[in-house]
């Protein structure tokens, strides 16, 4: 491995380690985490229903954020996109 790369981790650790990890990083990530979530079993649903009808969106990382952050109105613009575009 590059030196760089061990002596940055270990920088990072120290740092970690007497400053603790911020509440608000930790909160904040929680949440990302959990609109992904959110995301991916909207358009996992999304996918069993609309397969009676032809539609299909892949589930992937980019998807699951726009679906996570825009909720409804990110399947309606996936999908617009998917039959008008593709």
């Known amino acids: 491995m590059n030196w760089w790369i061990i002596g940055g981790i ?3 650790i120290v740092i970690l380690l007497t400053r603790g990890i911020p509440v608000n990083l930790i909160k904040g990530s929680g949440q990302v985490v959990m609109k992904v979530t ?3 079993l ?6 069993l229903f609309g ?7 892949p589930i ?3 998807t699951a954020v726009i679906v996570g ?10 999908t617009a996109i998917n039959v008008f575009v593709i």
């Open 42 to 47: 909207f358009l996992f649903f999304f996918n």
């Open 51 to 57: 397969a009676s009808f032809g539609l299909h969106i």
């Open 69 to 78: 952050v825009l909720g409804i109105p990110g399947i309606a613009c996936l």
């Open 38 to 40: 959110l995301g991916i």
């Open 10 to 12: 270990v920088v990072l």
């Open 60 to 62: 992937n990382v980019f």
